[in-house]
């Protein structure tokens, strides 16, 4: 069964960095393209970034882009997100999604960041 | 990347069909037919209810389907039940750079 497993997250002072990992198994991590998406608390979902297979292309969501930079390790079937100036507005649940045909067919139970003093 | 439109709820009453809006541009849901739909129950992980448009995963109700015309898909869910009550999220593929969008979501209940 295919699954995906978030850590790294937490409380963080605004403008400090975390960085996010999710874990792949039950699947060829490789072979598939991967994202991540979060969710403000009481809010919808919000896509964030792309990754492409062997790290090409990389794709962010404006919200993000400049701040946030997606990578991935197929060695160690592992997706990261590392995200830096970090906001309050960023406080969300961070969900990892394995894409196919466009459109997410597994996702991870998500980690939560919280952005506060 | 301005969020898909999405009616921010919905009602019904058991055994009747609903169907939830979608709307986008020529960017992204006018031009693709890679428009998906999520179910998400409070405080569960978002689970995968069609794709490209019309597509069921396995194991998803033939009660669930979906159409696009123009910029606007749309998620029919017909002979309504109480498990169908929760959030629906719209997505679609799009060429301004991120990959994708989603809608604002729209909450459903079975009354």
């Known amino acids: 069964e295919a699954q995906l497993v978030e850590s790294g997250g937490g409380l963080v002072q605004p403008g400090g960095s975390l960085r996010l990992s999710c874990t792949a198994s039950?699947?060829?991590?490789?072979?598939?393209?991967m994202n991540w998406v979060r969710q403000a608390p009481g809010k919808g979902l919000e896509y964030l970034s792309y990754?492409?297979?062997?790290?090409?292309?990389?794709l962010y969501a404006d919200s993000v882009k400049g701040r946030f930079t997606i990578s991935r390790d197929d060695d160690k079937n592992s997706l990261y997100l590392q995200m830096t100036s970090l906001r309050a507005e960023d406080t969300a649940v961070y969900f990892c999604?394995?894409?196919?045909?466009?459109?997410?067919?597994?996702w991870g139970q998500g980690t939560l960041v919280t952005v506060s003093s | 990347q301005s969020a898909l439109t999405q009616p921010a709820s919905m009602s019904g009453s058991p055994g009747q069909s609903i169907t939830i809006s979608c709307t986008g541009t020529?960017?992204?849901?006018?031009?693709?037919?890679?428009v998906s739909w999520y179910q998400q129950y409070p405080g569960k992980v978002p689970k995968l209810m069609l794709y490209?448009?019309?597509k069921r995963p396995s194991g998803v109700s033939d009660r669930f389907s979906g159409s696009k015309s123009g910029n606007t898909a749309s998620l029919t869910i017909s002979g309504l039940q109480t498990e169908d009550e929760g959030d629906y999220y719209c997505?679609?593929?799009?060429?301004?750079?991120?990959?994708?969008?989603f809608g604002g979501g729209t909450k459903l209940t079975v009354l």
């Open positions: 999604a394995r894409d196919s045909a466009y459109s997410f067919d597994v």
């Open positions: 039950g699947f060829p991590f490789r072979d598939y393209t």
């Open positions: 990754i492409g297979r062997r790290n090409d292309p990389r």
């Open positions: 020529s960017g992204d849901v006018g031009s693709y037919n890679f």
């Open positions: 490209e448009v019309d």
């Open positions: 997505c679609s593929f799009t060429d301004s750079g991120s990959f994708a969008v």
